[in-house]
Structure formats: C-alpha cells, structure tokens
C-alpha cells in the first residue's frame, strides 16, 4: 500500500484553471483533489469495463471528465514510464462497450464511430459484455469489426456465433491465448469470460462457465506448469459463482501459481481475495474508472518460479487529467500526444455529427436514481411515474380506459443534471429502444399484484436465483449488488449538497493548495480496505428502489366528451389496461401467474402506444416542459 506520507499531493491550482485541461471543449475541468500514489509492481495493469459508449467522459461531472483520447494518452505514458523502469504494462477491458451513450446509439446504423475511436487503445485482453450480445446485428459487428480490430487479444472462451457469412457456429473469437511480457518475460495464460447470460440473441451461444471448464481445450490448457500468471478477464461481478468455479478449477491443477482476474457487469468498484495469491478487479462503470493492478514477486521466463510470495496491489484511478498527471508524473505539456488528442478530435467530430449537444431543454433540479429515496421530489423514478408517463403515456385505440403501467427501474441508466438536457443526455439516461405492451381489461386489484410480484424479485420469480442478485435485470446494475454490505459505493451525504453544488458548476470552492477539497464521489470497501480510491472523497448515501414502479393513467378525455361521461369514470377503476415495457416481457408472464391473472400474452397482448418509446415520452415531456430560462 501507499505509504501515508505520500498520500496528499497536489498540483498547483491555478495551471489547472486556466490551461483548457479537459479534452473535450465541453467537458469541466478537472478539480484538484487529494491522492493516493500507486504502487507499482513488475507487472501492472490498466482496466475499464462498462464503459457502454461513455467515451467522450462525463461532460457535467469533473471528476470523470477525461475521454478515450486522454486515455490514449494516459496509457501510452503510463507504458513508457513503466517499460523505462524495467516494468510491464498491460491494458484490459471487460467488455459492455456498447449500448448507454449517444455516442454509440443515436449513429444509424450504431456504434459506427465507437468501434473506430475504440481501436485507437493499444488493450491487450478484452472479452465480450451481455450488451454486444443482445442483437444479432451488434454481436455480428463485434465478429466481424472489433474482434479483427484487436487481433487475436478478444478472447471468447464460452461464446459462439453463427457466422453471418457461413451460417456456421463458430467461436466468436479465440478460446485463449498464451503470451510472455517484454520486458519481464513473465508467461501468462490469459482467458476471456462471459457470465452466464441467458438473454442473447439466437445467432449466439453463450456456453454456461460450469460447462466449459469441464471442456477438453479449457482442461488442457490449465495443464501448462510454464505459467507465471493466470489472467481470467471477463465480463462477470468478481463475487459470483461463475468466478468461483473457475479459480477452483484452476487451483485444483496449481496450487499456488498466481491468477489474476478481471471482471465487470455490476457497475461498481470492488476488490476480491479468493486466497493469498488470487485477486479480482472490478472497475465501475461508464468511464468513471481506470482500474490499477500491481503484481510483484512473479515468476519469470528467465528466472523461473517466483521464490517469494506475490503481492497484489489495486487502485481505482477516477478518470480525469488531474489523477491522469500525477500518476503519469507529467506536467500537462509533457503528458498530451497527438495520437490522444487525435482521438479527442474523433470523438468530437463524432459527438458534432451525431448533435449530441443540441439542448432540447434545461432541468430545473437534479434527479437522482439512488441519491434520494424512492419516493422523493428529487428522484427520477418519482419524476416518471407522476408527470412523465402520465402525461405522455397514451394509446388512441384505448381511449377513455384508465392504465397501470410498469417500468423496471433498470430502464433508467442515470441521473439527470441541473441544466441542459442534450440530445446525449436523452440516450444516457434510457438508451433503449424498448416500446410498451399490454394486456387489456385487467381487475385492477391484480394488475398491482403484478407489480408486486415483481418487485418481491428474485425470491418469487424463477427467472432469478437466491443470491444471484447481479442476474436481476429489472434494477439498475448498480443496485444489484447493494446486498453485499461490503461496498460502499458512490456515498452521498446531503451536507455536502452545497459543495457538490459547486462541483457541478464548475466552481473551486478552495484556492488554497495547501487545504485541498475532499468532495463527494467513490469511497470503495473492499477485500483490500478502504485505501483503494486514488481520489480522497467524502461520502455519497445510496437508497434502494424497487425492481419496477407504476402509473397510474388516467383516461384521455378530451374536449368532445361530456362532463357527464368524465364523471362515470371512476377514481378507481374496476379495470385497467396493464402496461409494461416490452423489455420485461418474460418477467411479467411468470409475475401474471403468480398474480392469478391467468393470460396468454403470446396471444393477449398487443402493442401500445405504437411508435411510443420510453426514450422519446420522456424526450417529448422534457421539451414541453423544461423550457431554458435565460438569464
Ligand atoms: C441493428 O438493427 C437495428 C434495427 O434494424 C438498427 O436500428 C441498428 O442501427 C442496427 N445496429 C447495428 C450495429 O447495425
Ligand atoms: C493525427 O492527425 C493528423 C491529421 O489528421 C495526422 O496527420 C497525424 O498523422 C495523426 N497523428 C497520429 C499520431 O495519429
């Protein structure tokens, strides 16, 4: 670990504010903050998961405002400082780099600039996330453009596909891969996981992980004794049974070669010990983290078996150019190479093309997913169900029935900003392009039953198991793991309101270097401790919301009709037309069984609302009633 002495650093203030740092001519600045020096090892590594599109940064959040470009950059640096010292470096991604930011959705078809702006990164291993999966199309561009982009470093270990061109099954790409570091010469045999995922488009195969470990090639590629390190990336949480087998599979062949293992999907930082000399890294979400990963005491090609005890060492880098600087030790004139900055300008160019900053209204407060409890005024799921979806949410051909309609929390992907709402803003808070469907003339009683069937998810409903909280895709992936106590993620405490205020407007609130500002973001605990932030942070609360939440339409009654018909609707009406997101189809046929509503929904249901996308309801409501008042 770190020692304490170097734990504060900063750099001056006033370059900072007024050198033009950020990439992105509209990202903020970064905010000098207090950190944590990484401790380097003969082997280090860079991770990113879940980035979902986020390249371009976080453009309303500080902390988070370096793009892929910077990144370029930071990595690039980062390599040569450690190559200089006789170091290696290695780069991961762990997959779900599509689906969740304009950058990547709104371009038709999609993803066309991401897998460009994407290749620029030298990533040595990466694996596929459910998300490139769930479409034909997109898994097809995976095979066809990224796998080929990183040649031969896209490891597939449990996912086929039918090969567009041959209709054959094939692997998506290599099972693994054996290589040795430059300049080390540590031999590492690398894998590439997908959790076992079950909601994939039928052109792919997705083999569970309990059935490919048993398989011959996995069987006997773990026979090799001329490994230094097993390195396990994946897209599955690092606390999951997946995982589990696999660092029992391997450990039952070496009982005491080093593994490494890389992991993603639940969209928060963690740290794993699955014993002395294995450790799991999961590196958040959505561009807000570089994962860091040190191992000392490895066996060499040349050396041959390590003779001490390995260390492992992990940090969590926030992504913005005041970590970026001081991990890399460059001043900003030194840090900058063209090839990043290129990137920047991809993703401008792209970002320009796609009119991602056109403003379709401005948010008159912030609204939180989990910041704020459930119900509150400043919670985005309250927002939906009271205004939003009562007032956008119709289908002629039902006029005068009332609705209940039901969204899963998980549609939501984040929160919305005081301020501007932008075209990319439309994509990041629902990037899917999911309709509605429903079944008519539902007793009312039993449609509320229904929501609460699905809310008492994943104990009643089938489709989960116990325990298995991260395979729930009705909350949003962040809170599918809230039940593991162990991680305090993304604290918010409301006294720091006021500072956070500032953050958000891009205000310094000390320009005293010597007393630097410790302001809300990731404080993570984890199997290391609570050391592993580089960014010293105060708290963030997180509070629970349900799988799926409701409401209630009323009938559109419009002016033609009499006040005599409006009064013989009633306030609770007998029947209702229940409503829900197609997405959520499969759970709404077990929780209609468990709810005694007995429909046939392959024949029952119908579509609602043609064309009405949660995406564009919420869209059309914000440019209706979100005006900019300027000042
Ligand atoms: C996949 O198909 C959908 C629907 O036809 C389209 O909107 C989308 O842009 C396509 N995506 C890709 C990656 O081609
Ligand atoms: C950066 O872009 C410029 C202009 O397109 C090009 O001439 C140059 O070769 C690029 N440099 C790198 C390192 O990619």
């Known amino acids: 670990m770190a020692s304490a002495a170097a734990v504060f650093h900063l750099l001056a203030l006033s370059s900072l504010i007024t050198s033009g740092l950020a990439a992105q001519p509209s990202a903020p600045q970064p905010i000098p903050a207090p950190l944590r020096d990484l401790q380097w090892g003969q082997l280090n590594f860079l991770h990113t998961t879940d980035t979902h599109g986020w390249l371009a940064g976080h453009l309303q959040e500080p902390f988070y405002s370096a793009d892929w ?19 290696d470096l290695l780069l991961v991604d762990t997959g779900d780099r599509v689906e969740g930011n304009g950058l990547y959705d709104s371009s038709r078809p999609q993803g066309i600039y991401l897998s460009d702006i994407l290749k620029q990164q030298h990533i040595d291993v990466l694996s596929s996330g459910n998300h490139e999966l769930y479409k034909q199309n997109t898994s097809e561009a995976e095979f066809l453009t990224t796998v080929p ?233 309250s927002w939906l169900e009271n205004e939003v979806l009562p007032d956008s949410l119709r289908d002629k051909s039902r006029h005068g029935t009332p609705a209940l309609a039901i969204v899963n929390t998980g549609a939501i992907r984040f929160d919305i900003f005081k301020g501007p709402f932008t075209q990319d803003t439309t994509f990041i808070i629902s990037p899917f392009t999911n309709g509605f469907r429903y079944i008519k003339d539902v007793p009312r009683e039993t449609a509320e039953r229904v929501l ?45 309101k006021i500072k956070f205020e500032a953050l958000l407007h891009q205000v310094p609130l000390s320009s005293e270097p010597s007393r630097p500002n410790i302001l809300p973001g990731y404080m993570t605990r984890d199997d290391g401790g609570d050391d592993g932030d580089d960014t010293i942070h105060s708290p963030i609360p997180t509070f629970r919301v349900p799988n799926c939440i409701q409401a209630s339409i009323q009938p559109d009654l419009d002016s033609t009709d009499s006040d005599v018909k409006r ?48 995406t564009d309801l919420i869209l059309t409501w914000v440019k209706e009633n979100w005006k900019c008042v300027h000042e």
């Open 69 to 87: 470009g910077d990144y370029v950059s930071f990595a690039t640096r980062m390599r040569e400082k450690a190559e200089s010292e006789g170091r």
């Open 149 to 381: 982009n990183f040649r031969g470093n896209y490891l597939a270990s449990n996912i086929d596909i039918i090969d567009p061109r041959t209709q054959e099954l094939v692997p998506l790409a290599p099972r693994f891969k054996k290589f040795t570091t430059q300049k080390q010469g540590i031999r590492i045999l690398a894998f590439g996981f997908l959790f076992d995922f079950t909601g994939n488009y039928k052109n792919t195969v997705v083999q569970p992980v309990e059935e490919t470990i048993k398989e011959e090639w996995f069987q006997e590629a773990i026979q090799d004794r001329d490994v230094d390190l097993f390195l396990v990336v994946g897209h599955v949480p690092v606390r999951s049974k997946e995982y589990t087998v696999i660092f029992k599979e391997i450990r039952n062949v070496h009982w005491d070669t080093p593994i490494q293992f890389f992991g993603g999907h639940a969209h928060i930082r963690d740290y794993v010990k699955y014993d002395s000399k294995a450790y799991g890294l999961a590196s958040g979400r959505f561009m807000e983290t570089i994962g860091f990963i040190s191992i000392d005491g490895l066996g060499t090609e040349k050396a041959g078996v390590a003779v001490a005890a390995p260390t492992f060492s992990r940090t969590y880098i926030d992504n913005n150019l005041f970590s970026f600087l001081h991990h890399a030790d460059l001043d900003e004139s030194r840090f900058h190479m063209e090839h990043g900055q290129n990137v920047s300008r991809m993703i401008e160019d792209a970002r320009k093309a796609l009119h991602l900053d056109i403003v379709h209204g401005c948010a008159p407060k912030d609204l939180w997913m989990t910041r704020v409890p459930y119900p509150s005024d400043k919670n985005i799921y």
């Open 567 to 614: 009064e013989a609707v009633p306030a609770e009406p007998e029947k209702v037309d229940l409503v829900y997101v197609d997405f959520i189809e499969r759970h709404m046929i077990e929780a209609a069984k468990f709810s005694g509503l007995d429909v046939d929904f392959k024949k029952e249901s119908a579509v609602y609302m043609p064309g009405g996308r949660l």
């Open 452 to 496: 609460d069937v699905l809310n008492s998810q994943p104990r009643v409903l089938a489709v989960t198991q116990p325990g298995d909280d991260y395979r729930n895709e009705l909350a949003p992936p962040i809170q599918r793991n809230r039940d593991h106590d162990m991680i305090a993620t993304y604290n918010f405490v409301p006294e720091d």
